[in-house]
């Protein structure tokens, strides 16, 4: 049985078709952002092997959407380029939006095994928001809003693929899909910033009182974060916490066993990078690589096969 991977953020859980980044950061930095665990759940699982590459053309889709194809187009222009794109992949014609390989992959993988294309057009149309200039988000709401359409729809696509995803569990599935992106967000949150992203709602910066400048900055190496960026940065990790308590649901009897597993496994792991990240004063910027050591990956798979929730 192949293993639910936290991949690293190089090799098999690279980002594809992402921008090289000039201003990466260079010494400790950059070990600890490269060598982070990050969850892709449901991306190498026990899969027959028809269902193991559309998982995969399914992730690389998504991936590829962070970086979308566009002109260089602003205001309506770029909703008008972003809509006739969501139209095309809607019905499962040609895009410029990602590569060929991509989409004529993703859309095999629809027809193949009976998935909507519509999944992966919502995708399309949410990615418009990734080709501003600057990526921010007001208020839970408006973050919220975008995830319904980001990551609900490409965490529906895996679960109907696995044999769930019907429109009851559509909640369950998205807080799940939800839970995993924040999680990642806050491992990533120096890159983010200097691909000009940011995935908390700028609301909260202000009511702890802390500037953008000081996230992309960091404290000194060697020195914590300070108290507001701890508090700041808890509270969005109870949000990710929230969120995949919420979506355990979709962990029950309605994915066949061979999978449920292995989602398992990524959730549980996904709960123990959170904790390492409390563990050391939520520091995104310094210190050692944040992952499983194999000790602890061999405990996260125990508790998968008992089905264990919590920590």
Request: overall charge neutral; hydrophobic content about 40%.
């Amino acid at each position: 049985m192949e293993p639910c991977a936290f991949a690293r953020c190089r090799g098999d859980n690279e980002e594809p078709h992402a921008m090289p980044d000039a201003s990466a950061p260079t010494g400790p930095a950059a070990v600890a952002e490269a060598k982070t665990d990050l969850p892709r759940p449901l991306y190498r699982l026990p899969w027959p092997q028809a269902k193991r590459e559309a998982a995969r053309a399914i992730w690389h889709f998504h991936t590829a959407l962070t970086d979308p194809r566009a002109p260089r187009l602003d205001g309506d222009d770029l909703t008008a380029y972003f809509e006739a794109e969501k139209a095309s992949a809607a019905a499962a014609d040609p895009l410029e939006v990602v590569p060929e390989a991509v989409w004529g992959a993703a859309y095999d993988a629809c027809d193949a095994h009976d998935l909507p294309p519509a999944l992966l057009a919502r995708q399309v149309g949410a990615a418009r928001r990734l080709k501003q200039e600057r990526v921010r988000f007001a208020a839970t709401p408006d973050l919220d809003a975008f995830l319904r359409h980001w990551a609900r729809p490409h965490g529906m696509l895996l679960a109907r693929l696995a044999g769930a995803g019907h429109s009851w569990q559509e909640r369950p599935v998205f807080e799940l899909a939800r839970g995993f992106f924040l999680t990642g967000r806050l491992l990533r949150l120096p890159r983010d910033l200097r691909d000009g992203r940011l995935f908390f709602p700028t609301e909260d910066l202000r009511q702890y009182g802390v500037a953008e400048a000081t996230l992309r900055e960091g404290p000194p190496e060697g020195e914590e974060p300070p108290e507001d960026v701890r508090r700041l940065l808890w509270k969005q990790n109870v949000r990710a916490r929230d969120a995949l308590a919420q979506g355990q649901k979709a962990m029950g009897s309605e994915l066949p066993r061979r999978y449920a597993w292995g989602l398992r496994a990524c959730w549980h792991g996904a709960l123990d990078v959170l904790g390492q990240l409390e563990n050391r004063s939520h520091d995104v910027w310094h210190g050692p690589p944040i992952q499983l050591s194999w000790w602890r990956r061999a405990q996260v798979y125990v508790q998968a096969l008992l089905g264990r929730s919590g920590r």
